[in-house]
């Protein structure tokens, strides 16, 4: 038993050092990352586009700082996302768009904390919120 698990976590150690990256084009500083373009600091990513210091993410695009996200596109410093769109600093969301500070929601639109907002107002309120948070 010893003697198994030895040997795959050392082979699982060198994968991580050696792994080439396939099929990847247009990217910089990529690891263990297949058919991402245009991207730049991913590390276990695939079908990832146009994305910025992502990791174990899939089908993104135009995203930044997102770990575990897949299917979605314009997120920023986003956990575990699916299938949607323009969120920033959201967990666990799925099919939502147009979310700010939101955990655990799905099928939602124009959130902050978790709080529906008029569309108008929402816009606002994130200006204000990206500026005190300097996210840009």
Known sequence: KNTFLSEFHSLEARYRTDAPNIACHGCEDVRTSS????????????????????Q?????SHSRGCQSCFGS???????????????????SCSDCTYGFGCVGLAKK???????EYPRGEYFKVVERLKKELSIR
């Open 109 to 115: 639109d124009f959130h902050i904390l978790n709080i």
């Open 56 to 60: 174990h993410c899939s089908n993104l």
């Open 73 to 91: 596109s314009h997120l920023i410093d986003c956990r575990h996302c699916s299938g949607s769109a323009y969120l920033i600093l959201c967990v």
């Open 35 to 54: 058919h991402c373009m245009f991207s730049k600091d991913l590390e276990n990513c695939y079908r990832c586009t146009h994305c910025i210091a992502c």
